[in-house]
């Protein structure tokens, strides 16, 4: 069942054109990761697809009634504004006391209730972002580089948590990384993303095609090789890609 | 009955727009909004002008000049312009050309104190009426709208995915600013109308763990302040708008001030 499809999107910000053709859907409970270099759109698309950007082509449809989950990739606080966690954990929708502890429990951080959120470390606001979108069982969790900032083990454990969270809830998975080997180990589906849809398959199909190679080369570091063993042997390839938005 | 009736009537009229202005304020200072305030209220005084010319209500004139004036704020805000210059050239040509506005007009000279830092102990039933009718509106407003107002406050995009349009939110805030600056007129003036916005809340910050203690905190230390400063005013024979405003500064002082002692004494290895 689709969650949300996009129809031939495309996004322009100021004067440049971000997005262009882009169509894609997701699925009822698959996890899906956009790949891309910097300035491909991927965050651009995110907010499209949340609704805080309007598209000047192209549709987004999404089922009636679809509860969308949101981490942002960060969160800016004003000093000005108090914010314990608890009450944080209450936006949108008040919740009773009871259900905001019970999440705390189950994102491990019992002892913050009452702590204020710009007091916290930059793995503790993570589990509170995303336990806060959480809170409404969304159908659809959308991570914009959730794990910015954070260390490696740091983000290891974060991507354990979502995909218990997609076994617990069922919800689909939608989200924007930088880490290739997370996401070659993390999704059903990968998008490679460079101001349109490059490429999309199951993460061993992308990681083979063309498209792809040509934006993160062919070893990614080194990474890849570490977790599918397959990519050791690099071949350079010189030949074009047309990789740059039609204006 | 140990209260003149003026007195009372002002002492009304002072809690009225402390208790309306105060929690909106708050949102004045979360979203960073301090100059918003000022070209708003500065604006009204172009509306007084106006309505001073055509024999209008002055709450009218003050109200739709406040409106068009933080619509237009509002609109240009996120288009890319630089915002604070913008909100300086407009808060202070607004007032420039309110009181050039109000010049042209013959007898009006010596009211023109009374609009600038408002004149509390002349509030008639009427006006009374208008102050509480306006608050009551404003805080109606702000409770109705205040988990959206609040996400949208935090983050717009947050906001978004949960099917909240920020710009609406804005535009409540823009109408409630317009409605507390109108009936503020009277009570502190156009020249510190902001700062019944801004002192409260800000003296409010550092005794509230939650938005919602900050803005009922605001709302207390503003009221505390329309009553002592218009006692104060009263014993000293000084302007009551001023010393009200003064009352709060006051107040703002001493918990700044206070929580930083607190602090240090807290945590001694902190400075």
């Not at chain 1, 966690?85 to 905001?100: D, E, K, Q």
């Amino acid at each position: 069942m689709r969650l949300i499809e996009t129809d031939g999107v495309a996004v322009r910000l100021g004067g440049a054109m971000v997005l262009h053709d882009v169509s894609l859907a997701i699925n009822k409970g698959e996890i899906v990761t956009i790949v891309g270099p910097n300035g491909s759109g991927k965050s651009t698309l995110l907010r499209t697809i949340i609704g805080a950007i309007k598209p000047v082509r192209g549709q987004i449809r999404r089922t009636p009634g679809l509860r969308i989950g949101y981490v942002p990739q960060k969160l800016h606080i004003d000093p000005t504004l108090p914010l314990t966690v608890t009450r944080f954990l209450s936006l949108p929708r008040r919740h009773a006391p009871a259900i905001v502890r019970a999440a705390l429990e189950q994102a491990g951080l019992p002892d913050l209730r009452d702590r204020q959120m710009t007091d916290l470390s930059g793995g503790q606001l993570q589990r509170v972002l995303l336990a806060r979108a959480l809170m409404e069982n969304p159908d659809l969790l959308i991570l914009d580089e959730a794990t910015q900032g954070l260390d490696q083990p740091g983000s290891a454990a974060f991507y354990r948590r979502i995909e218990e969270v997609r076994q617990e809830m069922g919800c689909a998975v939608l989200m924007v990384s930088h880490e290739l080997h997370v996401v070659m180990s993390a999704s059903d589906r990968v998008i490679c993303l460079n101001g349109h849809v490059c490429c999309e398959g199951r993460p061993e199909i992308v990681a083979q095609a063309e498209e792809y190679r040509a934006i993160f080369g062919s070893g990614t570091q080194g990474a890849l090789a570490l977790y599918r063993h397959d990519h050791d042997h690099g071949h350079d390839h010189d030949h074009p890609h047309s990789h740059e938005p039609a204006e | 009955m140990i209260l003149d009736d003026f007195l009372m009537r002002a002492a009304l009229a002072g809690l009225g727009v402390a208790i309306a202005a105060a929690p909106l304020g708050s949102f004045v200072v979360w979203r960073r909004m301090a100059y918003f305030g000022d070209a708003t209220a500065h604006a009204a005084i172009l509306g007084v002008a106006v309505a001073l010319a055509f024999s209008m209500s002055v709450f009218v004139g003050a109200l739709v000049m406040s409106l068009i004036m933080a619509t237009t704020v509002s609109t240009l805000s996120g288009r890319g312009f630089a915002m604070d210059t913008l909100l300086g050239v407009l808060a202070h040509s607004a007032l420039a050309f309110g009181l050039v506005a109000v010049s042209f007009l013959s007898g009006v000279r010596i009211d023109l104190m009374a609009y600038l830092f408002g004149d509390i102990l002349a509030v008639s039933r009427g006006d009374l009426a208008v102050i509480w009718g306006g608050a009551a509106l404003v805080l109606g407003l702000l409770a109705w709208r205040w988990q959206a107002l609040l996400t949208a406050t935090l983050s717009p995009d947050l906001a978004y995915s949960a099917g909240i349009d920020p710009r609406r939110e804005q535009l409540v805030l823009t109408l409630a600013l317009a409605v507390v600056v109108a009936v503020a007129i009277k009570v502190v003036g156009v020249l510190l109308i902001a700062a019944m916005l801004i002192v409260p809340a800000a003296a409010a910050r550092p005794l509230a763990t939650t938005p919602e203690r900050m803005a009922l905190i605001a709302a207390l230390i503003a009221a505390s302040s329309a009553l002592g400063g218009l006692r104060a005013s009263f014993a000293m024979d000084t302007p009551t708008g001023p010393t009200i405003v003064c009352a709060a500064a006051l107040i703002f002082a001493a918990t700044t001030l206070g929580s930083r002692l607190w602090q240090t004494r807290l945590s001694p290895s902190r400075h």
